[in-house]
């Protein structure tokens, strides 16, 4: 049974970066019916930003909460950056174009971040400075040999905020409403007076500093960064996206903590090394069931 | 003979003149002289993508079924093959056919339970059973876990050992070569139609006949064969089978060579193979992350510059109208000209709560034109899904000359003699005109993968026959000097012109209209009479849904109203004009429907009658 809570609140702590990252995924397809495989590495960037703050504000005397804080908002804006531009330059450009072909971009920018990150940054792990009040050390006990840390905790509460605000500002304001307009119909939402280009930048925008977030606190909780570790943890959220429904918020939200209760099951009951059977072949079997993913909207029949 | 029709098929695809093949053949020919050890071997793994990129040219190319996870099959083929012989001492030749049984196997198991997903999710899909096979490789003691399987073993070949490169590169070159000519003759037959019949409009392949699972099915089947032999070659070749030469990137660079070199093309899978495995090895002096960094950049350089590829299938179709018409035979049914072909007997259609269709029954008798008419939303086109198997009713039943058609699926209505057109024609529109009326012969041909695949003179004869019916049904409806078009080239009137003759094509008893006339002008309507006159004619029973009154009036003798998803009522179109519960029904709800406006004109014959806009029906 303890074993359970602490596999449960590790999966937690693991679904939470998959949520936060699968989010991005799950925007972009449902606006212009993109797989973005370089979602993941906006992910990594905002890591390895994240890193190179930390490295240069730990020892400046600056209090570590603060640095923390700093490191985030930067590493976030910097990855919403790289968001935007890439669109701008590879994406926007092929809107009309045919979906693979943006499948074939999206591959290349992938490729290109993170090997131009491994040439600039090296191919080797690069450790992240260590933050004392996030170190497993400072934990909440809760049942015996049950911990929650602050850094699980900090991890879960950043991310659920960050969901409830992207949700809020999806039904709420203007440009969230333009975004569900655009996933609809383009050529309607662009006849009704949407900016198309200017929705579907935000959309890569707020997607990628999502991932910057999660890259940041990944960097924080793990301590140590590589420039493929957006790919992996991508294709991930990827599946997480995929396992809700894609196009579907609440529904990549849910995938992602169910991929991370599923992973850390997996890994504390099978075995590590049969995680990615376990995870897939859920995957499998529930698109089997409902083909639409967990939240995903049944596609009407139309002849 | 055989080879020669498929040489040229290989020509005629490839859009390449004579001169530049030979030279081609030549430069392959003399490319390991020319080469050093090197260079042959890097020849030998471009010809082994080219081989790849043909397999999944045929899923992701023709069928459209985007495959993140092909080198699952590679690697079934290369690990079969390096067990048997490897652990076993099996002959290499004979592990060839069982890896490629057991990658069309694997492609069957993949294939069968998901086809009815989406594309995109089909992706994450074949991504996970990419996965799934690396990882269980991996694990397991069978496969030699990360170490993967050795094989001592070389091919031997008339008692000459294939043990060297150049051997080697000889060897593959006559399998790329043999895959390439096989892949040609299925995508040009019946098959190939059908792989991009689905990838234009899956429903609407099958509601002209059609079986999408099993076509969708069969390309996964082929492409895995196919990947099945890389790996095998793959395997005996390299001599080490590990997990490490099937990861997702693996799939990702074959992917590539497709969407490089340009779908449902061979000169461009050969190009994108060279891309793909040759550019690379250019950059190799520079380092690994440069290497790959810059052919990042030129992927998406490429896609700004050619985002079809590089050598994108031919522009213009090659499939010709034959030189003669042939009309084919009515089919025989057991029932008199007259009597009742089509039985609809309490049909119901819910949809949630809502009752779209609410204990309707018709009767259509043999040669008639029943003309269907009733407001928008009562439920017409509801009626014609539920008799085409398109939905399933939740009650009632449909008999088409005394067979019971429920739970039948679209393409099995179509094989049983109903067809039926769209409202605003759905043509396949990336094929040509001629290949959408083929299409609709899918019902109607028997040919099957063996002999398409190997051009048998039965096959060829039927190819032969469904070109001269295609020109019949052209000349029919007057297409026959635009047949080699693409379907998305054609006028609106033209479209729906097509429709009916893909319908047609499938020389089906019962023919169902949906709409034939909206959006036409009044000379493309008395056209459009004319032809249905015509379709009559030739003794084909034919139901209509139209909401042009006038149009109606001249062609049925009976019509049948369906108002709020139940029947009004029935009969002559004089009588129905006459019923007062129709002209209320009509007019009560289409007042302000432009949409509609000339059913209001043509049914209100009086003046008094469009003063009577008192219904407003949920709709």
Same mark, same amino acid.
């Given at each position: ?173 203007? &440009? /969230? ?13 662009? *006849?009704? @007076? #949407?900016? =198309?280009? !200017? ?67 997996? &890994? /504390? ?13 859920? *995957?499998? @079997? #529930?698109? =089997?069931? !409902? ?13 | ?619």
């Amino acid at each position: 049974m303890n074993d359970f809570l602490q596999y449960t609140l590790n999966g937690l702590t693991v679904g939470a970066f998959y949520a936060l990252v699968a989010l991005g995924y799950t925007m972009v397809y449902g606006i212009i019916r993109l797989l973005n495989f370089a979602h993941g590495d906006f992910f990594m960037v905002g890591a390895f930003l994240a890193t190179g703050v930390l490295s240069l504000l730990t020892g400046s005397g600056l209090p570590s909460g603060l640095v923390v804080v700093v490191a985030l908002v930067a590493a976030t804006a910097a990855a919403a950056a790289l968001g935007g531009v890439s669109a701008r330059i590879v994406y926007l450009p092929l809107v009309k174009a045919p979906k693979l072909s943006l499948l074939v971009s999206a591959l290349g920018l992938s490729l290109a971040v993170e090997y131009g990150t491994a040439l600039s940054q090296g191919t080797g792990f690069r450790s992240v400075p260590h933050i004392g009040f996030l170190s497993a050390e400072h934990a909440i006990g809760l049942t015996d040999g049950v911990r929650l840390t602050y850094a699980q905790l900090g991890v879960i509460a950043v991310s659920l905020a960050l969901m409830i605000g992207l949700y809020l500002y999806v039904t709420r304001t203007f &440009t /969230g409403t333009a975004m569900r307009v655009l996933a609809m119909d383009q050529d309607a939402a662009r *006849l009704m @007076g #949407v900016n =198309v280009e !200017r929705t579907i930048m935000m959309t890569f925008i707020i997607g990628a500093g999502l991932a910057g977030t999660a890259g940041t606190m990944y960097a924080l909780y793990y301590p140590q960064v590589n420039f493929l570790m957006g790919f992996l943890l991508g294709l991930r959220a990827f599946t997480a996206a995929v396992l809700g429904g894609i196009g579907n918020i609440p529904g990549a939200m849910v995938g992602g903590f169910l991929i991370g209760l599923l992973e850390s099951y997996a &890994t /504390g009951y099978v075995a590590g090394r049969w995680t990615d059977v376990v995870v897939f072949g859920v *995957l499998i @079997g #529930v698109l =089997v069931i !409902r083909p639409s993913g967990i939240l995903g909207e049944r596609v009407a029949e139309r002849v | 003979m055989r080879g020669i029709s498929g040489l040229t098929g290989l020509l005629d695809s490839a859009r390449v003149k004579i001169p530049s093949l030979a030279v081609f053949a030549v430069v392959l020919l003399a490319f390991p002289s020319i080469a050093d050890e090197y260079w042959t071997d890097v020849g030998v793994k471009v010809l082994l993508y080219v081989v790849l990129g043909l397999g999944i040219n045929v899923v992701v190319g023709y069928a459209g079924l985007l495959d993140l996870g092909y080198s699952a099959f590679f690697a079934v083929g290369g690990y079969t093959t390096a067990i048997l012989v490897g652990n076993y001492g099996v002959n290499w030749w004979l592990t060839l056919p069982i890896a490629m049984l057991v990658a069309a196997i694997g492609g069957y198991l993949i294939g069968y339970p998901t086809l009815r997903l989406r594309s995109d999710y089909l992706a994450i899909v074949t991504l996970g059973f990419g996965e799934i096979v690396r990882v269980t490789a991996n694990n397991l003691e069978f496969t030699g876990g990360p170490d993967g399987v050795i094989l001592p073993f070389r091919p031997v070949l008339f008692g000459y050992e294939l043990a060297g490169t150049q051997s080697m590169y000889y060897l593959v070159l006559v399998i790329a070569l043999v895959v390439g000519l096989g892949a040609t003759s299925l995508t040009r037959s019946k098959i190939g139609r059908s792989w991009e019949s689905v990838r234009e409009d899956e429903r609407v392949a099958e509601a002209v006949g059609v079986p999408s699972i099993r076509v969708k099915a069969l390309a996964y089947v082929v492409g895995g064969v196919i990947a099945g032999v890389a790996g095998a070659f793959f395997a005996t070749y390299i001599g080490i089978v590990s997990p490490t030469s099937f990861t997702f990137l693996t799939s990702v660079l074959i992917l590539l060579v497709v969407l490089i070199g340009g779908r449902g093309s061979l000169v461009g899978v050969f190009l994108g193979a060279l891309v793909v495995q040759g550019t690379p090895e250019v950059l190799r002096s520079i380092g690994d992350e440069w290497r790959i960094f810059l052919f990042a950049v030129v992927l998406i350089v490429l896609m700004f510059v050619r985002p079809l590829g590089l050598w994108p299938a031919r522009t213009r179709r090659g499939a010709r109208l034959a030189q003669s018409a042939e009309e084919p035979p009515l089919p025989e049914v057991g029932v008199a000209p007259g009597e009742p072909l089509l039985e609809v007997r309490g049909l119901t259609m819910r949809f949630g709560g809502l009752l779209a269709l609410n204990d309707v029954d018709i009767t259509v008798g043999r040669g008639e034109v029943l003309g269907v008419i009733g407001p928008n939303g009562a439920g017409k086109t509801t009626v014609f899904n539920c008799v085409t198997g398109v939905v399933r009713p939740t009650a009632g039943k449909v008999v088409l000359g005394g067979e019971s058609l429920i739970g039948r699926h679209p393409h099995q209505v179509v094989q049983r003699g109903m067809a039926r057109t769209f409202q605003g024609a759905r043509l396949f529109s990336d094929m040509s005109v001629v290949e959408n009326v083929l299409v609709g012969m899918t019902a109607r041909m028997n040919s099957g993968v063996l002999t398409s695949l190997l051009r048998l003179p039965a096959q060829r004869r039927e190819e032969q026959r469904a070109g001269r019916q295609a020109r019949y049904w052209l000349d029919f409806v007057g297409l026959s000097d635009k047949a080699t078009r693409f379907a998305r080239e054609l006028s609106y009137g033209d479209q729906r012109r097509l429709d009916i003759a893909r319908a047609l094509a499938s020389n089906p008893l019962v023919l169902l209209l949906d709409e034939p006339a909206a959006g036409m002008n009044p000379s493309e309507k008395a056209d459009l009479m004319e032809l249905i006159g015509r379709i009559r004619d030739r003794g084909v029973t034919v139901v209509l849904i139209e909401h042009d009154m006038a149009f109606v009036m001249g062609l049925c003798e009976r019509v049948l109203v369906i108002e709020t998803g139940a029947k009004l009522t029935e009969g002559s179109p004089y009588e129905v004009q006459q019923d007062p519960r129709v002209i209320e029904a009509y007019l009560g709800v289409d007042e302000d429907d432009e949409g509609d406006e000339d059913a209001d004109g043509d049914l209100g014959a009086g003046p008094d009658d469009t003063t009577a806009p008192t219904l407003t029906k949920g709709q």
